[in-house]
Nanobody, 127 residues
């Protein structure tokens, strides 16, 4: 059974940086497309950044382009989200997600396409 555990969230001032990590266990991560999603209070969950199994393909929501970077280390079974120039509107619970791909190198941007989810980590950006 796949398990995902996020870490690295916290409280940061606007303009600051955080690096989120998602530890993957139970299977070999290299077969999975993965992504970061977030949900702010009173809002629907939205995709932030997604990455294909090899790491060759990535895609970002417009509001984080140029500020966030998604990456993965399949040897360490870990995915990352480097978040720079944080804004108060980035405040949310951030979730990592994974879905098996049979080594087809695509990205998934819709939350219902993912089979596995972590419990989330809170990111709060103060103004």
């Amino acid at each position: 059974q796949v398990q995902l555990v996020e870490s690295g969230g916290g409280l940061v001032q606007a303009g600051g940086s955080l690096r989120l990590s998602c530890a993957f266990s139970g299977r070999t991560m290299s077969n999975y497309a993965m992504g970061w999603f977030r949900q702010a209070p009173g809002k629907e969950r939205e995709f932030v950044a997604v990455i294909s199994w090899s790491g060759a393909n990535t895609y970002y929501t417009d509001s984080v382009k140029g500020r966030f970077a998604i990456s993965r280390d399949n040897a360490k079974n870990t995915m990352y989200l480097q978040m720079n120039s944080l804004k108060p509107e980035d405040t949310a619970v951030y979730y990592c997600a994974a879905d098996p791909t049979d080594y087809v190198d695509y990205v998934l941007v819709l939350s219902y396409e993912y089979d596995y989810w972590g419990q989330g980590t809170q990111v709060t950006v103060s103004s």
